[in-house]
């Protein structure tokens, strides 16, 4: 599951990108920085296979937080309270906005930004992290921020001109969609273009607006596999419907990828359906810059990581509030055929109860292509069972 904020009713409308548009949510949004004398480097670390945690400070006070370029800046009420923002009211319910002397991921500070504040806890759930904020594009945009999952580290700069050093690189336009969210030209089956969103919150390497799954022919749609519970589910969407298809070719850039799985799923309102999230599952193989100033995305070639949805148990496993269960399940895959279903308590993965596991530990045994199978524990008519489920390709 990936984490995006929820967005006040401005940011909501302004679906189209125009650079008047970007400028009028600057004013409203805020935020000064000074030239960073130097390179900064702010360590992070991924809870539950993707998600980038730090603690950011918010004037003065120690606050986790998720980084997602997905997202905007935001904290929880209580936070707000602590620190005695002044809170002003916004045209969405339930959200108001504050602004904030400094917000500071390590040395790197942004001033008197304006965070939503809203009840961050009941809306995003981290499994037993707890979390108390987010901080997004809008906070980003002023530096140029190298991702790197390699060495679990972010590398701040001050905003300048990317050059591609080797063949293996890929250095591409920026194009803004509102209010900040980095996107880079994508092409589906060589027709379809789509504003690909590069979004540190994802899991899965592409998800696409499931209307958009109406669209694609029939041969993928013949191909395609349901979901019994969720793979991908965002806060505020009406549905939890998910399909894994096996598409012929997603183009970013020069690269070409050819018979890609994605997962199609209800995103947020904010995104239309031109939209196309690229996760760390893509990410994983490269340091990935954006530079905001200058409009460019640069993907420098990393260590392959060589992980994909398409070779998979088919379960979706997440320990949440000490409880470890069941998410979803790809239909005909063998978590399904062995009687797994949605909901349902998980006692033990590979010999280890929930109170010796973690979520990333989950995922990184799920997504490891090393690993072939996987020994589960459960309850089958009050008897606990142990069944090993071996991963195959979906598609076959």
């Not at 679906?15 to 949004?29: L, P, T, Y």
């Not at 037993?128 to 580290?153: A, C, H, P, W």
């Not at 640069?298 to 000490?322: C, H, W």
């Amino acid at each position: 599951m990936r984490f995006i904020a929820v967005l006040i009713l401005l940011a909501v409308t302004m679906m189209a990108c125009s650079d008047a548009k970007i400028k009028m949510f600057e004013k409203f949004k805020g935020g000064e920085v000074k030239p960073l004398d130097g390179e900064k480097i702010v360590p992070f670390e991924v809870y539950s296979g993707h998600v980038i945690t730090v603690d950011a400070l918010f004037n003065d006070r120690a606050v986790p937080v998720v980084l997602d370029t997905g997202g905007m800046t935001m904290i929880g009420n209580d936070v707000a309270d602590s620190l005695s923002l002044e809170l002003h009211e916004t045209p969405q319910e339930g959200v108001s906005l504050a602004k904030v002397e400094h917000i500071r991921l390590g040395d790197v500070d942004v001033q008197n930004l304006k965070a939503a504040i809203m009840p961050f806890g009941k809306t995003f759930k981290f499994g037993n992290v707890q979390i108390l904020g987010m901080v997004g594009s809008d906070y980003f945009r002023f530096f140029q921020t190298t991702f790197d999952y390699e060495k679990e580290e972010i590398l701040f700069r001050n905003p300048a001109k990317l050059v591609a050093k080797n063949t293996d690189d890929l250095l591409l336009k920026m194009k803004i969609i509102p209010p900040y969210f980095p996107t880079v030209e994508t092409t589906i089956n060589g027709e379809l273009k789509l504003d690909g969103l590069v979004d540190t919150g994802l899991n899965h390497a592409f998800v696409m607006p499931i209307n958009q799954f109406e669209t694609m022919p029939q041969s993928i749609k013949d191909r395609a596999i349901n979901v019994k519970g969720f793979f991908a589910k965002w806060p505020y969407t009406d549905q939890t419907r998910n399909v894994l298809a096996l598409l012929d070719e997603v183009r970013i850039g020069d690269l070409v990828l050819n018979d890609v799985p994605v997962i199609f799923a209800d995103l947020p309102n904010m995104l239309n359906e031109g939209t196309l999230l690229i996760g760390k599952h893509f990410m994983d193989d490269y340091r990935t810059t954006l530079d905001f100033d200058n409009r460019q995305v640069l993907f420098e070639k990393a260590k392959p990581v060589e992980q994909s949805i398409r070779f998979s148990t088919g379960i979706n496993i997440v320990i949440s509030e000490d409880v470890m269960s069941v998410r979803g399940l790809w239909e005909g895959s063998p978590a399904d055929i062995a009687g797994f279903v949605p909901d349902e308590e998980i006692l033990s993965i590979n010999g280890k109860g929930v109170d010796e596991l973690t979520n990333r530990m989950i995922r990184e045994w799920m997504d490891d292509p090393a690993v072939k199978s996987i020994l589960i524990g459960h309850t089958v008519n009050g008897e606990p069972v142990e069944v090993t489920l071996e991963k195959v390709d979906l598609f076959e």
